[in-house]
């Protein structure tokens, strides 16, 4: 997808048909021209008005609701319209080859409608990456992060820090250009505070967890010696034989995943072969060197082996597994049985509140990959910014405000906007 189109683009917006109504949406120079067409005439802005939908030769199409949203007070900023169609297949298909017969008109591609928003200022490239998300949201706590950065909480907020970053640069440039004339205070303490505050309350915004693992689940691993239950408790937890079972120890040589979510938090759970010394068999020990890759890696660890062998991890949860069977291990932090169910409450409880520390907070932005590497850079720049030189600074001060230009698509984005907008549905 190229830069800004002047085509007026139309796509099916709603569910693929068949379904009680179906929503084709137009946008475009020629979208007012694309109703009147349809319609005979263009109904009053902003109000559902019936009317009759005929193709170019005088054929009845439906009988429809039209919305027509003139720009660029509207979802993308253009011209615009809705046509609420009965929802049937040969409805839509008719409707979208009568569209495709009017000039200037052209069905779009993944995304085309948020992009356009985008381009027309009606969202900026941190809302629209919120958007993506709430498209592909799972889980409870995806849905929340998503609504958060699509509603331009984040936007907000990187807004203030422009405008605290221009002001020191205001007072910075009036420091070195007049610095001759005799109403012009030179930077003092204050500026000095001021930058300081300003890093400071980036840098506690990077040190909050991200939103990949929102995104991706939170890594949880079961570990622990052969035959010591690790799948049948990885089957209990996820609801579904995803593991096969067996009392032939090394049954698990490789690691097995599975994603599940649990109280609205999204878990990527891997099982994993068992962990013992030395093997004869070259398969099972390269199951083994990927356990304990997997347990390095893990955000949490499920450990189902005896206390004075878990490994080190920061976030461990010892488990006394088959409690129905074997005794308790009574300094383990929960006993299970896969068979009966017994202490899986629990330990799903534990796993929840592990994750909880882990995820960003219901109130806090979650930022991704590319917000933390462009706030990186501009604690970076604002750190060089404290330097002796004035024109040093100022140009660290520059380069603090691009970067935070980048996070709202005002400067240096062109180059991933089709892979972001690609994300998106057609109609979207």
Known sequence: MSGVSRDTIFALSSGQPPAAIAVIRISGPRAQAAVSALAGKVPAPRRATFSTLFARDGQVLDNALILWLPGPDNATGEDAAELHLHGGRSVVAAVNAALTELPGLRAAEPGEFTRRAYENGRIDLAEAEGLADLLA????????????????????????WQEQVLKLAA????????????????????????????????????ARPDAERLRDGVRVVIAGPPNAGKSSLLNALIGREAAIISPIAGTTRDVIEAPVAIDGIPFLFA???????????????????RAKGRVAAADIVLWLGNISDRPDHPSLVTVSPRCDVIPVDLKADVATSSLTGAGLATLTAMIAEHARAILPAETDIAINWRHRAELKNCCTALEEAQADDLILAAESLRVARHALDRITGRAGVEDMLDALFGRFCIGK
């Open 137 to 160: 949201a799972e889980t409870e706590s995806q849905r929340r992060a998503a609504l958060t950065l699509a509603g331009g909480a984040l936007s907000r907020r990187i807004a203030d």
């Open 171 to 206: 007072e910075l440039e009036a420091a070195i250009d007049f610095a001759d004339e005799g109403d012009v205070i030179p930077v003092g303490a204050g500026w000095h505070n001021l930058l300081r505050s300003l890093h400071g309350e980036i840098a506690a915004t990077l």
């Open 271 to 289: 099982d994993t072969a068992g962990l013992r010394g030395d093997s004869d068999d070259p398969i099972e020990e390269m199951g083994i060197a």
